[in-house]
Every structure is written in C-alpha cells, then in structure tokens.
C-alpha cells in the first residue's frame, strides 16, 4: 500500500511533465508506473481473494487469484510495451523537440521514488509469483528511469533529441523481458505444467523403494498456486497389504517421503493391488 501511493502521487507528476516537456520517454515510463500501480491494487486484491476460505464449490479457495494476478501483469506490460514501441519508431524517424532538463529532473526523482518502492516490495514474500509479479514491475520501472536519466542527460548537453525515443525503446526490452517471465512462470501454473524444480523420474524412483511397493503409475505434479505443489499417484501394492493391514504404513511412507524429499505436502495415493491395473479405465502407465 506504501508503493501504490508513492507511485500513483508521482505518475501524476510525470504525465504532467511528459506533457510540458514534449518527452515520449516519460510519457512511457508513465504508462509503465500506472501498470505497475495496477499491479500492486491487483496483488492487493489477489490477496484478499486468496485469503478466503475453501468451500464445496471452490475447494482450493480463490488461491489461484494471485496467478491470475501475474498473468494480467505480464499481459498488460506487453499491450503497453507495443504502443510505446510504435510512437518511439515514429519519433526516431522524426523527432520531435524535446526540453532534456525536466527530463532529467523527473527522472532523477524518478529514479529515487522507484528505490523506496523497490526497498519496500523486496521485503515482501517475493516467493508469492503475485508479489514478484508487482515487484518486477517496480524493478523494470526503476531501470526504465535510469535509461530516462541517461537520454535527458544527452538532449540536455548535445541536443540529440531521438535518445529520448533510444531510451523508450530500451524501456520497451525491459518491460517485454519481465512480461516474457511472468507470461512462462504463469502460464505453467495455470496449465497445471510439472514445476521446473520437480523431478518426476526421480520422484518416482523413491516412491518404489518402500517394501510392497510394486510399481507407480498416473504420477502427476502440478502447483495449485506459489508454495502450494501437488502431487498425485497410483500405487500398486502387493496383496498381502490389503489383509494383513500393511497398507496405511506404506501410505505413511509413501507421504513422509514426498514432505522429507521433495517439501511436497498435498498429496494423493490411491493404492491399487496388482490385478486392479488390468480393468482400470484412462490408466496413464508411463
């Protein structure tokens, strides 16, 4: 809340100055802040939605919400990143005059107001994809500004006016270089894609060493939201497990290992005897 409102009070300064000075730079670093202030009210909200309770309609919650979150910040950096790539294109093939000393000023303030907002997000749970989706607007906005600082400096001392359309094209590959990490990291959570630090062989390997453990197939791992990976398994166990009572300590085994190993506490087994694999429908046996 302490990074909203330093961004959207000095957003208004820019624009007006962008406005005054002619510069397409600030302009775009503007349209950058008011993603990133939209990030932050969505990560706000994302939270919120999270929080709520699990119900018989939606039994992870609204846990996903902050995935959704990230997503749409990677989204709208990419809109944004184009229009700012078009105009910049127009004004290096003719550029307009642009007064390089307010430039300089706001960047520089700029530059300032994006550390603090920087200095407060990182002390956040930056493991949450939601808040590091806020954080890398921030973090892109601040390096934005500093290519802002530079292209003022050049207008200001040579009179080069198209470094300010220079320095919005770089803003342009920083902001498409952190919408492109967003959009992956996103879009592998929302298509329930087996996490990068998931090793299904591997998986698969200690979930067979327990004693009675046959073999293991219908292995699936997925993240249902950031810090919440879920693993499931058909186990195929030896008879004697289902009459003699042994299963529910293999079970044991079975999730001991997954939390002890691989830091996996969602899981489901559904434990099978050999002669089940022969008639069990839409069986995944890889």
Known sequence: MVALAMLLGFMVIE?????ISGSLVLLSDA???????AAIAGSLLAIRLAARPTSANWTFGFKRAEILSAAVNGITLVVISAIVA???IRRLIDPPPVQGGPVLFVALLGVAVNLVAVWVLAKANRT???VEGSFQ?????LYG???TVIAGLVILLTGFNRADAI??????????????????DSGRILLEG???NVDLAMIRGHLLEPAHVLDVHDLHAWTVTSDLPALSAHVILTDECFHDGHAPRVLDELQACLVGHFDVEHSTFQLEPATHLAHERGADHS
């Open 137 to 141: 607007h921030i973090l892109t906005d």
């Open 86 to 88: 078009i105009e910049a």
């Open 31 to 37: 349209g950058h802040m008011l993603t990133d202030a």
């Open 167 to 184: 320095a919005s094209l770089v803003v342009v590959g920083l902001m498409l270089y952190a919408a492109w990490g967003l959009l992956r």
């Open 15 to 19: 624009v007006i100055v962008a406005i």
């Open 145 to 147: 500004f500093i290519a």
């Open 128 to 130: 949450s994809l939601n």
């Open 194 to 196: 087996t996490p990068e």
